[in-house]
């Protein structure tokens, strides 16, 4: 008589459900909670002030239903600047910001300039200012700091309310005071030789907005 074989045997697709939930199991232990989180604590700039202060970028985080969050990925998210000078140019305006709290603002403004009637006029201007916390934090924003978040955004005041910087404003801090008819100012982005782009520390065309941050 043939002995019957009791050994379990285990099926190809249920070797294969096992083999699954072993790896998950390990990507479990692997990958801790909120480690996407722990990379803002990455610095992504750091500078001083025109006053001296120590001014800390950091990568920061941002959440796209909410807009909210804090470094330099709210900054890109909802504020559409790409350029780290873009940040640093207000912070080094020399009246050294105002304090308003435990935070400190500071502006600057981005300007577009044409050619009329044979002469360089400011066509179009934006205020930017950048907002930095000086409090240390131990948690903000779910990301783990024990410091100061240091730069919380950087936004334009845009007439229109909206949350995105003109496309130009990031040339225009790249930039600076440079004159808006040297090579220099012109956009890469405009074919016109009749268009510059500049930034400075005083309003020329705009009414100054209040010293009320509408941003945090």
Not at 150 to 171: H, Q
């Amino acid at each position: 008589m043939t002995q019957m074989d009791t050994t379990t045997r285990v099926r190809p697709f249920a070797r294969k459900s096992l083999l699954t939930m072993m790896l998950a199991t390990l990507l479990v232990v692997l990958i801790p909670a909120g480690a996407a989180v722990a990379a803002g604590n990455t610095v992504a700039s750091a500078w001083k002030d025109s006053k001296g202060r120590n001014v800390v970028l950091y990568q920061g985080t941002y959440n796209t239903s909410t807009k909210a969050g804090f470094g330099w990925a709210k900054i890109k998210g909802k504020h559409a600047i790409t350029k780290y000078n873009t940040v640093k140019f207000p912070t080094l305006n020399p009246d050294g910001g105002t304090a308003q709290g435990t935070q400190r603002l500071y502006k600057a403004w981005a300007q577009k300039w044409q050619v009329i009637n044979g002469r360089w006029t400011i066509t179009a201007e934006v205020e930017v200012r950048t907002v930095v916390e000086t409090a240390t934090k131990s948690l903000y924003y779910n990301v783990r700091l024990n410091a100061s978040p240091g730069v919380l955004t950087t936004y334009c005041v845009n007439a229109n309310k909206a949350d995105a910087c003109p496309w130009w404003v990031d040339t225009a801090f790249a930039n600076g005071n440079r004159p808006p008819g040297s090579a220099a100012a012109r956009s890469s982005q405009s074919t016109a030789t009749s268009t510059g782009y500049t930034a400075g520390y005083g309003s020329t065309i705009t009414q100054p907005a209040s010293d009320m941050i509408i941003d945090e």
